[in-house]
């Protein structure tokens, strides 16, 4: 069975930083694009930042500059590196891969269980 486990979340004051990280775990071959989304109350999930397998990445506008993903495929693990946090930045932050290779076959469009950030002084 695979699990992502996200965290690293909590209160921070505005201007403030936090890393998020997010491990993998269960019989896993390989991980195909991680991610990271969130959702505030009353807004939709939206992504945040995602990085393939050979470390390319994108982010949503909001974060460009001051936010940055990474991931070490030998610990299964992505990492999202938050700073210059501000209010709009608060939000439920979700782990995703679009496909993981298991032992067992393939699992699609795998989500963590949120690990809540708040920014807010």
């Known amino acids: 069975q695979v699990q992502l486990v996200e965290s690293g979340g909590g209160l921070v004051q505005p201007g403030g930083s936090l890393r998020l990280s997010c491990a993998a775990s269960?019989?896993?071959?390989?991980?195909?694009?991680m991610g990271w989304y969130r959702q505030a109350p009353g807004k939709e999930r939206e992504l945040v930042a995602r990085?393939?397998?050979?470390?390319?990445?994108i982010y949503t506008e909001s974060v460009k500059g001051r936010f940055t993903i990474s991931r070490d495929n030998t610990k299964n693990t992505v990492y999202l590196q938050m700073n210059s946090l501000k209010p709009e930045d608060t939000a439920v932050y979700y782990c995703?891969?679009?496909?993981?290779?298991?032992?067992?076959?393939?699992?699609?469009?795998?989500w963590g269980q949120g690990t809540q950030v708040t920014v807010s002084s």
């Open positions: 990085i393939s397998t050979s470390g390319s990445s």
């Open positions: 995703n891969t679009d496909k993981i290779r298991t032992a067992q076959g393939y699992v699609y469009n795998y």
């Open positions: 269960g019989t896993i071959r390989s991980i195909n694009v």
